[in-house]
T-cell receptor, first 117, second 115 residues
Framework: GAVVSQHPSWVICKSGTSVKIECRSL??????MFWYRQFPKQSLMLMATSNEGSKATYEQGVEKDKFLINHASLTLSTLTVTSAHPEDSSFYIC?????????????FGPGTRLTVT | DQQVKQNSPSLSVQEGRISILNCDYTNSMFDYFLWYKKYPAEGPTFLIS?????DKNEDGRFTVFLNKSAKHLSLHIVPSQPGDSAVYFC??????????????FGSGTQLTVLP
């Protein structure tokens, strides 16, 4: 149980284009999903909290117009990197918390490797 | 300001011995702590957690200890196996009105279990 998928697992795009990453909770419902970014040999940095049916909450320093988040259902959140630049190249990971769980574990997807050329 | 710190970037242990991974925190509002394991190019996998009302939680080979007065927690893995080689992150959370119980992660410790 508690499986989170991400698609695509890796993507290469040209500078100036947009890329959409999907995060799905496969066997549970999640009102809240989280988007992280990880640089090599560094910790996970929370980018934003995605709330089903409402606007995402972005962490300080994260451009909301560049990283568009949509949480349209209890099992799907999407992150769109708009007008991507090489500095956006990174490993993006989503997580979800089980609506039915009383604990606070987040279950993570496998991550998406984005390379902007 | 790093609220969750893992001061050892790496740890090597012989197979069969105990692995002890440490984590310190500064925010006394944290009331729930978690350990995750991560392989390269994969998402973290939840291992074990502990509430601040407890000082120990055990699950198979994994035991987490919490010392609230010292703001310190540790993860013990006994016996260590080569498959345990990965990066281990500790994370902490607290309730804040209007927030979604976000996790604050440490910087991770690379555990290598030698056969």
């Amino acid at each position: 149980g508690a499986v989170v998928s991400q698609h695509p697992s890796w993507v290469i795009c040209k500078s100036g284009t947009s890329v959409k990453i999907e995060c799905r909770s496969l066997d549970f419902q999640a009102t809240t999903m989280f988007w992280y970014r990880q640089f090599p040999k560094q910790s996970l940095m929370l980018m934003a909290t995605s709330n089903e049916g409402s606007k995402a909450t972005y962490e300080q320093g994260v451009e909301k117009d560049k990283f568009l988040i949509n949480h349209a259902s209890l099992t799907l959140s999407t992150l769109t990197v708009t007008s991507a630049h090489p500095e956006d190249s990174s490993f993006y990971i989503c997580s979800a918390r089980d609506l039915a769980s009383v604990s606070y574990e987040q279950y993570f997807g496998p991550g998406t490797r984005l390379t902007v050329t | 300001d790093q609220q969750v710190k893992q001061n050892s970037p790496s740890l090597s242990v012989q197979e069969g011995r105990i692995s002890i991974l440490n984590c310190d925190y500064t925010n006394s509002m944290f009331d729930y702590f978690l350990w995750y394991k991560k392989y390269p190019a994969e998402g973290p996998t939840f291992l074990i957690s502990i509430s601040s009302i407890k000082d120990k939680n055990e699950d198979g080979r994994f035991t987490v200890f919490l010392n609230k007065s010292a703001k310190h927690l540790s993860l013990h893995i006994v016996p260590s196996q080569p498959g345990d080689s990965a990066v281990y992150f500790c994370a902490a959370t607290f309730f804040s009105s209007g927030s979604a119980r976000q996790l604050t992660f440490g910087s991770g410790t690379q555990l290598t279990v030698l056969p």
